[in-house]
Structures are given as structure tokens and as C-alpha cells.
Nanobody, 127 residues
């Protein structure tokens, strides 16, 4: 059974930092490109960043480029996201997923039918 467990979220002041983790099981983690997506209150899914299966290529949405870093440890079946210089507009539920688990048309993303998702981890940026 595919399982994705996100952790590390919390309440942080603007300008602060958090490190999110995503523990994967039930599939060969190193075979899959992985992504982080987020869903802000009252909004749809938005793609944040992706990593190739080996972790040697990474991609970021313009809104987080230079502030967020994605990485992975295939030996531990874990993906990470370092969030720096957080802004109130970064407030959202953050999910990790296989990159094939969703598709995006412009800034709007939709879960693929039958895809597996974790419960997410809430990040709240507020003073």
C-alpha cells in the first residue's frame, strides 16, 4: 500500500523557516519523481516544486524560487522541503506526491484519478 506521511509544519512568523519531511512507503521511492504541492484556504492545489527520481534535477514555482529548497534521501525513502523567508501567502496545507499523481493547467492543479496522497502538513505564517 502506497503511503505518504508529511510532517514538520507549524506556525511561524513572517521571515521564519520550517523544514518539511515526507516519508514514503509501499513503492520504490527511487524510481519516482516527487513533488510538493500546496492548498491555501479556499483555493485549489498549487504546484510548488519537484525533484527528479535521483534528486539531481529540481524545479520550483516562481513564487518560491530562491526561498524554498527541495531535496530527497532515497536511502531513507524521504523527501524534504526547506522553507525560508516565509510569507503570509505561503500559508497552506502542504502535500508531497508522486509527480504523476497530479496534473496542472497553468497555475491550477488537479489530483489524478486513483492517485495516492497523504494528509498533508499545515504551514501557517502569521505574526
Amino acid at each position: 500500500e502506497v503511503q505518504l506521511v508529511e510532517s514538520g509544519g507549524g506556525l511561524v512568523q513572517p521571515g521564519g523557516s520550517l523544514r518539511l519531511s515526507c516519508e514514503a512507503s509501499g513503492f520504490i521511492f527511487s524510481n519516482y519523481a516527487m513533488s510538493w504541492v500546496r492548498q491555501a484556504p479556499g483555493k485549489g492545489l498549487g504546484w510548488v516544486s519537484s525533484s527528479s527520481n535521483a534528486g539531481d534535477s529540481t524545479y520550483y514555482a516562481d513564487s518560491v524560487k530562491g526561498r524554498f529548497t527541495i531535496s530527497r534521501d532515497n536511502a531513507k525513502n524521504t523527501m524534504y522541503r526547506q522553507l525560508n523567508s516565509l510569507k503570509p501567502e505561503d500559508t497552506a496545507m502542504y502535500f508531497c506526491a508522486k509527480s504523476e499523481a497530479f496534473y496542472c493547467i497553468g497555475a491550477y492543479c488537479t489530483k489524478s484519478p486513483g492517485s495516492h496522497w497523504g494528509r498533508g502538513t499545515q504551514v501557517t505564517v502569521s505574526s
